[in-house]
């Protein structure tokens, strides 16, 4: 495939190193809005995108209006997705988010969807903790975000996640904390007056994110519409 990379940082060097590993082309680099020329004159099977999120959803919108399919897991721009997903099914185009493309993590969310679903009238109650390297700028961070997003869909009595312990039976509380250099680790905990069940999955490398991506984008070329991590996941 011929891959385009919005974004060239630690990721995307880490996806870089992955998809020429596995005989894909990277055509072009893309670090800021001033390369969107180089990404439309070249020809593509699809877009990585990893950036920022106050560039996500113009490096996106671009792509689709372009043609191009695209596959994002910058986080924190989620107010502006349905905008995405409409702009998507009306250009006929290909688009996939993912709060995180490691495999291993999205088995973990559905894991976490089938338990939760069992908890409901059980009497136990859920929370998150997530823990992360300094340099990661959102908190919570969107894979914490969507393990709360896959309680609440199952479970209509918590009406919101908070960034912070919670003793209110409605609101799912996240806590996070930053610390040096640590691998990103992601627990759920369901708790009752008797026992506990905790959920873990504790990442040990970037290059997990990188080869997820990378399966990612050689499953949704020549795909059309809005896909999510559960639809790659099912279909494999």
């Known amino acids: 495939m011929k891959i385009a990379l919005i974004g060239y940082g630690k990721m995307g060097k880490a996806i870089e190193k992955v998809a020429q590993g596995s005989g894909h082309e990277i055509c072009c680099r893309i670090e800021s809005q001033e390369d969107y020329s180089t990404l439309s004159e070249a020809t593509l099977d699809v877009a990585i995108e990893f950036t920022q999120p106050e560039a996500a959803f113009e490096n996106i919108s671009f792509c689709l209006k372009n043609g191009i399919p695209v596959i994002s897991g910058t986080t924190g721009w989620l107010d502006r997705l349905p905008e995405i997903e409409r702009l998507c099914t009306n250009s006929d185009g290909t688009f996939l988010y993912a709060s995180n493309f490691s495999i291993g993590v999205n088995l973990f969310f559905e894991l976490n969807s089938w338990l939760s679903k069992r908890m409901v009238n059980l ?70 007056n008797l026992e506990s069940i905790n959920i873990k999955h504790t990442a040990h490398d970037r290059s997990v994110f990188a080869e997820g991506a990378v399966k990612v984008a050689e499953w949704i070329h020549k795909k059309k519409g809005v896909f999510t991590m559960s639809d790659f996941i099912n279909d494999n």
């Open 123 to 192: 009497n136990f109650s859920p929370s998150i903790e997530e823990i992360h390297h300094t340099e990661k700028k959102d908190s919570p961070s969107g894979t914490a975000i969507t393990l709360a997003e896959g309680i609440m869909s199952s479970d209509p009595s918590k009406k919101e996640w908070i960034n912070e312990h919670s003793t209110d039976h409605n609101k799912i509380g996240i806590v996070s904390e930053r610390i040096p250099n640590v691998p990103g680790t992601h627990t759920v905990s369901y708790t009752s």
